[in-house]
């Protein structure tokens, strides 16, 4: 029997040091797909195409909300059309928040 210390003071240092160690050069990963486990050319680029579009949409989901939320400004749309009545005082109150901002920006 041979001691714990003993060993890992002996063996041969195995364990990657880096993240990069792990990484393989894109032609070389490419050819291993392509030649040992027969992936054709367009099966990788289809791939690639979804990895890319799953990556945009994480992105764009990741970013803060819009200001105004679609229902928000649905909302204002219709009660400027129905000429300003709301049924939600909440939402008046914002608008008149809104306007009055308006109101102070162009006075400046």
Known sequence: NISVSDYETHRLPTRRQCKAAFRIPR???????????????????????QITTAKRQRQISAQPPMIVSATEFTK??????????????????????????RGRRKSL
């Open 27 to 49: 032609f070389e990963r490419e050819k291993l797909l392509m030649h040992e486990f027969l992936y054709s050319r367009s099966e990788l680029a289809d791939v690639t195409r």
């Open 76 to 101: 204002r749309g219709l009660q400027k059309l129905m000429g300003g009545s709301s049924n939600s005082n909440d939402t008046s109150g914002r608008l008149q928040q809104e306007r009055a901002k």
